[in-house]
């Protein structure tokens, strides 16, 4: 596994960066990180209760913006550049109970109409049990795009 960069960290002063789902420094957030393993994104999360629902139970809000913001940072290194989402699809299979520790999401592109990445994503729970999955539609960008209007860093950005 390869990790890979949050590059959009340095942009805080500049643009206010402070996403809910990746900012390291959002108190409020996901602090999501990603790695890289052959085709997929992969994220290892570890769940709080400030982000359930019922009781011990993760918040399917969360689970979807979990599952939407992997999606984003496939769009981000697996086709260097940026999008934006246009759909997102959840099925919830089982209940993520957060007294078992660390979340794993895995994620991949499904498959490309034009310039829509439909992108699959899987979430599993601390004992590797498939709990939800999602089909994140995201509307990408040409790179020169993403760069003026997303502040797309490039590809390099995400490696060492």
């Known amino acids: 596994m390869k990790k890979i960069i949050n590059p959009f960290v340095d942009l805080k002063q500049?643009?206010?960066?402070s996403c809910f789902g990746c900012s390291p420094s959002n108190n409020n957030g996901l602090k999501m990180e990603f790695l890289?393993?052959?085709?997929?994104i992969v994220s290892h999360w570890n769940p709080d209760r400030k982000?359930?629902?019922?009781?011990?139970?993760l918040h399917g809000?969360?689970?979807a913006t979990l599952i939407d913001e992997i999606a984003s940072w496939v769009v981000?290194?697996?086709l260097k550049t940026g999008g934006f989402t246009s759909e997102l699809q959840v099925r919830y299979l089982k209940s993520v109970m957060i007294d078992k520790g660390r979340i794993t999401l895995r994620a991949s592109i499904k498959e490309m109409?034009?310039?829509?990445?439909?992108?699959?994503?899987s979430l599993y729970d601390g004992e590797?049990?498939?709990c939800?999955?999602?089909?994140?539609s995201y509307f990408t960008l040409p790179e020169k795009i993403a760069v003026a209007k997303m502040n797309y860093p490039g590809i390099d950005s995400f490696y060492e």
Not at 14 to 17: E, F, L, N, P, R
Not at 36 to 40: F, I, L, N, P
Not at 113 to 121: F, G, M, P, R, T
Not at 132 to 136: D, I, K, L, T
Request: glycine letters at 12%; charged letters at 25%; proline letters at 0%.
């Open 14 to 17: 500049s643009t206010g960066y």
């Open 36 to 40: 890289e393993e052959g085709d997929e």
């Open 51 to 57: 982000f359930e629902g019922f009781l011990n139970i």
């Open 61 to 63: 809000g969360i689970q």
């Open 76 to 78: 981000f290194v697996k």
């Open 113 to 121: 109409e034009k310039n829509i990445a439909h992108v699959q994503v």
């Open 128 to 130: 590797e049990n498939l």
């Open 132 to 136: 939800s999955e999602g089909v994140a």
